[in-house]
């Protein structure tokens, strides 16, 4: 069965950093795209990062370019966010999901199947 599992989330300051984390199990991972996505409380879902098969190629939402770096380890099935300069408008719900295309996008039915989320508050 699909399994995604994140974490690595928690409390930070202003301008700090914090590194996500996802297992994945049950499906090709290899061989998927893979998506970090983040919903703030009272919010719509917000795309966040793509990363293709074998990460070479990488797409950030304007609002995370040059702060977030998304990477894989496949050997190890493991999907990362490397977050830095965290702002408080960062502050959210962030789950791993796999597209259905890509970029992802900012709805549930452009996933396949997501993880129960890692939670990420800055501080100011």
């Known amino acids: 069965q699909v399994q995604l599992v994140e974490s690595g989330g928690g409390l930070v300051q202003l301008g700090g950093s914090l590194r996500l984390s996802c297992a994945a199990s049950?499906?090709?991972?290899?061989?998927?795209?893979m998506s970090w996505v983040r919903q703030a409380p009272g919010k719509a879902l917000e795309w966040v990062s793509d990363?293709?098969?074998?990460?070479?190629?990488?797409y950030y939402a304007d609002s995370v370019k040059g702060r977030f770096t998304i990477s894989r380890d496949n050997a190890e099935n493991m999907l990362y966010l490397q977050m830095n300069s965290l702002k408080p408008e960062d502050t959210a719900l962030y789950y791993c999901?796999?597209?259905?295309?890509?970029?992802?996008?900012?709805?549930?039915?452009?996933?396949?199947?997501w993880g129960q989320g890692t939670q990420v508050t800055v501080s100011s």
């Open positions: 990363i293709n098969n074998v990460g070479q190629s990488t």
């Open positions: 999901a796999r597209p259905k295309k890509s970029p992802g996008g900012s709805s549930w039915n452009l996933y396949y199947y």
């Open positions: 049950g499906f090709p991972f290899s061989a998927s795209y």
